[in-house]
């Protein structure tokens, strides 16, 4: 690992989750942005039903591209140049 792992970013070390929980909280507040905005608003219950199918599926995504960005940089080890966690992240993300 030595010099590559130091270097490498690392999507579950301390500045990754930082980014993914940033990026959840936005999300969020744009979708209770949305909802207040509604006219006719729906009842809260019902918008979050509503809403639910796209927290789960976008949730998925992200576990499974984090998952897959991690394997593929582990398998990768080797190659200096593609060891890099958040290449293969992004990666996933433009592809989807």
Given at each position: ?96
């Amino acid at each position: 690992m030595g010099e590559s792992a130091e270097q490498s970013c690392q999507l579950l070390g301390p500045l990754g989750v930082a980014v993914q929980l940033a990026i959840t909280v936005v999300c969020a507040v744009a979708m209770l942005a949305v909802w207040r905005c509604e006219s006719p608003r729906r009842r809260f219950h019902t918008w979050a039903f509503d809403i639910s199918k796209q927290v789960v599926g976008a949730a998925y995504g992200k576990c499974y591209n984090i998952a897959q960005a991690t394997v593929l940089a582990s398998v990768l080890e080797a190659r200096r140049d593609r060891d890099d966690q958040c290449v293969w992240y992004l990666e996933g993300i433009v592809t989807d």
